[in-house]
């Protein structure tokens, strides 16, 4: 019984391995076709999730570790090789604090965001 419980373990292992390989390549497919730019050797990893995605531009050799969250309405730019840690979160935009609602109203300001090359965050 003791083998046959390992056996079982290992294959529902593997697949689970296999399962996140299948998310992280289709995920980067869809964002590929939806961003401004994607290089070459870009990984977005499992539970990251990105909006704006026409506003964005990423370079080369970038990794998006899991669980990260960005809105890249207002603009994004990522140079090359370039790391995020887990569970980072990048707004382009913030509330507008000048307008007459106090201690902000219901409107944004978008600003585009940069990170230039060879940066880790996180």
């Not at 076709?33 to 026409?54: A, E, F, H, N, P």
């Not at 964005?56 to 890249?72: C, P, Y």
């Not at 309405?73 to 790391?83: A, F, K, R, S, V």
């Not at 980072?88 to 007459?100: D, K, L, M, R, S």
Request: aromatic fraction near 12%.
């Amino acid at each position: 019984m003791g083998f046959i419980a390992i056996l079982l373990g290992n294959m529902l292992h593997k697949w689970g391995k296999l399962r996140e390989l299948l998310v992280e390549r289709y995920l980067n497919h869809y964002y590929s076709q939806k961003m401004g730019k994607m290089g070459k050797g870009v990984r977005i990893l499992k539970r990251s999730r990105i909006t704006g995605l026409d506003k964005i531009v990423i370079e080369d050799n970038v990794t998006i570790a899991d669980n990260v969250f960005i809105r890249g309405e207002g603009g994004l730019y990522i140079g090359p090789n370039c790391h995020f840690s887990r569970n980072v979160v990048i707004y382009t935009h913030n509330h507008n604090y000048e307008g007459a609602a106090l201690p902000y109203d219901n409107t944004f300001r978008y600003r585009k965001v940069t990170i230039e090359k060879n940066v880790w965050v996180g």
